[in-house]
């Protein structure tokens, strides 16, 4: 009988434990956000604000770092006081996240609004999203990329692809609904693969012509309708670079933003190095080529600028850390260095 009291205090303490969770009250707290408009307006007069402009963020420069700032619902209501329906802008925010405290935060894009008014009052300015991911602290970029991807899935999703007739966004924006038909539409992604491909000694990495001179990056592709992961991989990396994948492992995944908004599914892949002649895809592909390992560690040591030669030339240079194709490099670069 002792046995089982103890069982019993063990699973109600470990119950009370997740119910005093920071996370799980957090989470819950979202949920409830989420599903109940009048909560969520309410919400929305004690938030903070990130602001976009046509999908593009709002930064501060601080010294040598670039800050998102979260804005507070009186500061937000101080700036669109300066042009007219104020109220009518709040109403188009779309809820981000929550502190550990549950002030809530919501992303607003102010696209229509004269952007040199907004930067001058709040000191800062705009910034293009790719170069603001890689400008900002990393706990900022996942929260610039799921802002912008919120936000962009509302502007191109405000009419139902049945009926034609305009849809209306809940109050946090974690759905849409027509209520001609009462098609419920919610915010989807895109799974994507991004493999790294190795023939043991070396690590295959590839460029195309619209990226920036220089970078080499793994290789990457669309989840076919029907495919698993495993199945998409050894597709993409037959169809760009004819090698035939041996084995592979899945290493983590990222939510990106581009081309709008993708899941990141990172594998490394390996293949026989008897068999490892490149055989590109030009359509899909400017350049790819093996790299052995102390290649990969300089490379890993430059950026854009630092890649430029005084002859012209230009060396590879890789994703920055914020991008999970850097990730992928570096567990690479472990493996072999081990």
Known sequence: MAAVYQALHRRASSLLCRL???????????NKLKEDDSLCRQAQTSGTFCLFHNLSPFLQEVGKKYLVPQISAS???RILEKFQEAE???????????SDEHVP????????LEKSV???ELQGSFTDLRKALFVVDGKDSPLLASAQSLLRWHDSHQYCSKTGQPTQKNTAGSKRVC?????????????????????????LLARQ???PTGMFTALSGFCDVGENVEEAVRREVAEEVGLEVESLQYSASQHWPFPSSSLMLACHALVRAQQAEISMDSLELEEARWFGLEEIVEGLKRGPRSSKQDDGSVLPWFPPKQAIAHQLICEWVKQQSA
């Open 209 to 211: 012509p619209s990226f």
């Open 88 to 98: 009518q802008w709040i109403e188009k925010s779309v809820l981000i996240g929550c």
């Open 179 to 203: 209520h001609a038909s009462g098609i419920t539409y919610y915010p989807q992604m895109s799974p994507v693969v991004i493999t790294l491909v190795s023939d043991g000694s070396r690590c």
């Open 20 to 30: 005093h969770s920071t996370y799980v009250r957090k989470m819950r707290y979202l």
């Open 118 to 120: 907004i930067e001058c």
């Open 105 to 112: 935060h919501f992303a607003l894009d102010l696209g229509a």
């Open 75 to 77: 500061e937000m209501r």
